[in-house]
């Protein structure tokens, strides 16, 4: 309610003027290495989009226009890594790129392997040396995209579980290296393994005769639903469009492929659909370490009215994507923006709130299924602190 | 003594009375004791007569006397804890000792065959605090007529059910310890005369903590709470030291067991007078009129003796209001400990470890008279206990000395002040500029995050809200504007009128149960239920030292009751005077509460020094860094 005070308001005339005076956003090659090459829409969304091939007009524009700066961009990011990596022209970001690019593998985890692969390719001589170096890779993939959480939190669980071993106090520095690795290898395939064991761990939840409703496409839920279907559970699923990705259309259609039959509703019909519906199941883009997820925009008004009728709510998410952060409200996380096509040109004075990701509260959600176990809200802050602390 | 044992037989549900009313007779089936028998027993149900209907059971350092006084004080745990699933009487403390791992070594108390038996006491329930005066300087004749005639005025019927299920329960176990308790019984006798001879409450209470850390040990830990919940013993909490030495919670002296009050009045060091028109609800908690207790204390000052002239100084400071605030009575109660420490010396034929312990505890005990102990406070003395039974035993006197002050200092260093600063750091990022935060009463830690938030140049306003009769706000309103911060100042009535403009909630603690359960300053509860209907976030800033792993359900069977004068009185209105002549009234008894406990589901997130984390998480952070602070 506190924009509706005199000082909000007087903050935002403030803030549109400070917009108006902003000169447009940078061109896609005026900073130097890792610089988003489309500054002002979230990469993880592009990242998305490129695999979805939903391709918005906007987009488009600016991608074309960006095309130009992306091969600037690579060189240069191959320059300055090289730079770091002590004369080898191993470049963390490319190797990423390689690995993201496969649409199956979740950032995450093609950063995680990148990472590892830093680890297998350094030439550093102490562990002062590797654990620099390492942090440096990390820290170059984090701003690659600074809006996207399951990348960042990916990065940072790797770096502490993987010098979060004794090994480190040997003096060996080839003994600790290897096991530095053993331990990154360990973290990379259960981080590739997660899907699998939380697609195992949801069978028990989908039963027959149920009516999922699914929302925005979570390569995890997928893998759940396919393992369903593999194991000739009779259900059904609701899908939402997931305006403006589409991305329900992408969902029904792998799930057309799976013959389970699959019902489109726009987003609003979520309410009157929600009496047919036994279980709600998402994916998440991050988990807070308050037991709430940050998932595409609408999870949390489905949670809203799930609750309000008494449905189940699950996510589905692997443990790397635990982040620290401690969102109050749903403004208070960083924004993550993409371009909205409403199909026709819309005035400029007229405002859209671009923002792609929203904050749903631990208390709407019942259980997570992560690689862990299936767990309550309140256990992430525990894994968190048993992992950070 | 099995005598607190609990058996695991169920006693028929009893009718909860309340109010005063005669125990019911009641044949205790165990053999209490051989030694001293039976009177105990036979006068569990004295009742009937003037004194409290319910019987308090008998502290713990009792023990020796245990056998003889079974039957009725101890409430036995299942039994009790089943039929009454609904009932409040499991009092101040249900909580369950067993339950909560106790981080010290309850075992390394030498006489301790009880503390297992201890241990496995869950509820609390009455135990008669008054342990130490009970017991001390008491021969063991005399405890057992206390012991009978515990009158404990209880606060509410269900004492009385509970002392019988203790009593009956109690019967059986007790037949193996009689003999250690026959030996126990005549060590105290004989500890009992020669503290007679001292004839100074002092020495007594020290020989008196040494039989009551016995009775103390069973005492759940909760009782500990060496915080706020102001009924502390009297002098007889001398002994609390060796209880604390296990990490136990002091016995609380029920202070509506008049017999035992007077004894512990005779012990004190500060004579106090009991207030009178007391609320009947609040009876567990010592309450005294405020205005003799200077004087009295100051005339003390030269007979002294065993008390440091530094921890007097403090707790003279406590006694006035002159320091309040959980970290800085924590910090000067620890000052004055280490300005003790430097000065000491050990006596003869004696080492320094139990010595020390033992001076402690007199120091301990004499602070808690003049004001009841916070949590903050009970934690910082378990600590110091901690590190000075683990000084190896081959160290020179100086060079332990040398090693405590250190630790002190430490311990000051990083749990209270650098874990503000990191408090502050984290806190800071919740801010946004156009923020209208809101805070309650007066805390450090909320003071520390406005001025630095200010100094790092946001925008934002502050609202505090104030309460009567303490009226902390003010103070904390001064310092705001005086650095130029733009506040509002409102009392506690107005906050449902502001909080539609508030866009965050700050608060302190006291601390911060293993629930999620905040206990702060009494008031924090209505800010924060309010703010949760306006779903504004409420944040609590508190430092990890002060979280306990106790678990409290309402702000009654805690708490700390203050000067029931101030709430008749408002400073500089002298014609508000419709309640004067309120103490010869018989149907007016104001009460002063100090504290009060938050659910914490009104409560968004707690900042401490380790992040961070929703209040879900807090046992986590005492099971995991519960071990390590206190081993430092």
């Known amino acids: ?338 371009p909205i096509d409403f199909g026709v040109p819309i005035p400029s004075k007229v405002e859209v709130e671009r923002s792609a990701r929203d904050y749903t509260p631990p208390q709407y959600l019942t259980l997570l299924f992560t690689d862990l176990g299936v767990l309550t809200p309140s256990v992430v802050s525990d894994e968190l602190i048993q992992l950070y602390l | 003594m099995e005598s607190r044992r609990v058996p695991r037989t169920v006693s028929d549900p009893k009718v909860r009375q309340v109010g005063f009313f005669a125990p019911p007779d009641r044949s205790l089936s165990g053999p209490p004791d051989p030694t001293s028998s039976s009177p105990p027993l036979s006068n569990i149900s004295p009742s009937g007569n003037s004194l409290s209907p319910v019987m308090i059971p008998p502290p713990r350092h009792l023990s020796t006397d245990l056998p003889r006084h079974l039957p009725h004080p101890q409430p036995p745990l299942s039994p009790l804890r089943a039929p009454r699933a609904n009932d409040t009487s499991i009092p101040v403390g249900s909580y369950n000792p067993s339950e909560f791992s106790t981080p010290s070594g309850i075992a390394d108390f030498s006489e301790d065959q009880l503390s297992p038996r201890w241990g496995r006491k869950s509820s609390s329930g009455k135990f008669a605090t008054s342990l130490p005066s009970g017991g001390f300087g008491m021969a063991a004749a005399k405890k057992i007529s206390d012991a009978n005639s515990k009158p404990g005025v209880a606060d509410g019927g269900a ?3 509970v002392q019988k299920e203790k009593a009956t329960a109690a019967g059986k176990p007790l037949k193996e310890k009689t003999t250690k308790a026959e030996r126990r019984a005549m060590q105290e006798a004989q500890r009992a005369a020669k503290a007679a001879t001292k004839g100074e409450g002092n020495k007594t209470a020290l020989v008196n903590s040494a039989n009551a850390v016995k009775s103390v040990k069973p005492a759940p830990q909760k009782k500990d709470n060496s915080s706020v919940a102001a009924s502390e013993r009297k002098s007889g909490d001398r002994q609390t030291d060796k209880d604390r030495k296990k990490d136990v919670p002091h016995p609380r002296m029920q202070f509506d067991d008049e017999n035992r009050v007077e004894k512990a009045k005779k012990r004190s060091v500060v004579k106090q007078a009991e207030a009178r028109n007391r609320v009947e609800l609040f009876r567990h908690l010592p309450q005294y009129e405020h205005g003799a207790r200077l004087t009295d204390l100051e005339s003390k000052f030269f007979q002294l003796g065993p008390v440091h002239p530094a921890v007097y100084k403090v707790g003279f400071r406590y006694l006035t209001g002159d320091i309040s605030g959980g970290n800085a009575r924590c910090i000067a109660m620890l000052q004055a400990f280490q300005e003790s420490i430097k000065d000491y010396s050990t006596p003869p034929e004696k080492t320094l470890i139990r010595d020390l312990t033992s001076k402690i505890n007199c120091y301990v005990s004499f602070l808690i008279e003049c004001r009841p102990l916070s949590i903050s406070m009970g934690n910082a003395i378990r600590f ?162 002060k979280f306990h792993e106790r678990v409290q359900l309402d702000s009654i069977c805690c708490n700390e009751l203050g000067d029931a004068e101030m709430v008749s009185r408002v400073t500089g209105r002298e014609d508000i005077n419709s309640l004067d002549g309120w103490t010869s009234s018989e149907n007016l008894q104001p009460l002063n509460l100090l504290y009060d406990a938050t659910p914490s589901d009104y409560v968004s997130m707690i900042i401490t020094d380790y992040g961070m984390i929703p209040p879900t998480s807090v046992p986590v952070i005492v099971r995991e860094y519960g071990r390590e602070y206190l081993l430092i």
């Open chain 2, 384 to 545: 110091l206990k901690r590190r000075i039974t683990s000084l190896p035993l081959n160290l020179s006197e100086s060079e332990a000395i040398t090693s405590l002050v250190s630790d002190i200092d430490r311990f000051i260093n990083e749990k209270i002040i650098l874990a503000d600063n990191v408090i502050v750091k984290h806190a800071v990022t919740k801010i946004r500029d156009g923020d209208v935060l809101l805070t309650y009463a007066s805390s450090s830690a909320v003071e520390m995050l406005l001025l630095h938030a200010h100094e790092l140049g946001k925008r934002f306003r502050v609202v505090i809200v104030d309460s009567r009769p303490k009226l902390e706000g003010k103070m904390l309103l001064r310092r705001l504007v005086g650095k130029g911060i733009s506040c509002t100042y409102t009392h506690i009535n107005a906050v449902s009128y502001v909080m539609h403009e508030v866009t965050r909630v700050f608060l302190g603690a006291s601390s911060v149960l293993a629930n999620g359960t905040v206990y702060s300053r009494v008031g924090t509860a209505c800010v924060a239920m309010v703010a949760h209907q306006f779903r504004v976030p409420v944040l609590i800033c508190c430092e990890a030292y």
């Open chain 2, 159 to 161: 004492d009385t059910e």
């Open chain 1, 1 to 338: 309610m506190w924009y509706r005070s005199a000082s909000f308001i007087l903050d935002k005339q403030e803030q549109q003027r400070k917009d108006a005076a902003e000169s447009r956003p940078l061109s896609p090659v005026s900073t130097a290495m890792t610089e988003n090459p489309i500054a002002n829409v979230s990469m993880y969304y592009q990242t998305r989009a490129a695999h979805h091939g939903v391709v918005t007009s906007d987009w488009l524009a600016q991608a074309q226009a960006a095309v130009a700066g992306n091969a600037d961009d690579a060189a240069v990011e191959k320059n300055t890594s090289g730079g770091e990596g002590k004369g080898n022209k191993f470049s963390v970001v490319d190797e990423f790129n390689n690995w993201r690019k496969q649409p199956e593998l979740a950032e995450a985890v093609a950063a995680i392997r990148a990472l590892a692969s830093v680890i297998r390719s350094s030439q550093a001589k102490t562990m002062m040396e590797l654990e620099i170096e390492l942090k440096k890779a990390s820290d170059s993939l984090k701003s690659w995209d600074t809006t996207s959480i399951s990348l960042t939190a990916g990065c940072d669980i790797f770096m502490r579980y993987v010098t979060r071993t004794s090994a480190l106090d040997r003096e060996d520095f080839g003994s600790a290296k290897s096991r530095l690795l053993e331990r990154a290898e360990k973290f990379e395939e259960i981080s590739y393994k997660a899907r699998r064991i939380i697609a195992m761990l949801s069978q028990d939840f989908i039963f027959d005769g149920c009516t999922i409703l699914v929302h925005g496409f979570s390569r995890v839920v997928l893998e759940a639903l396919r393992t369903a279907a593999e194991n000739k559970k009779l259900f059904r699923v609701l899908c939402t469009e997931g305006r403006p990705d589409r991305s329900g259309l992408r969902v029904s259609n792998e799930l057309a492929k799976l013959d389970v039959p699959v019902k489109l509703l726009i987003d609003s019909a979520v309410a009157y659909s929600m009496d047919e519906v036994d279980m709600v199941l998402v994916g998440a883009d991050g988990v807070v370490e308050s037991g709430g997820i940050i998932n595409m925009m609408g999870t949390y008004q489905i949670a809203l009215v799930a609750k309000a009728m008494n449905k189940p709510m699950y996510v589905a998410a692997e443990s790397y994507k635990f982040a620290r952060l401690y969102p109050l409200d749903q403004k208070d996380m960083a924004p993550a923006l993409r």
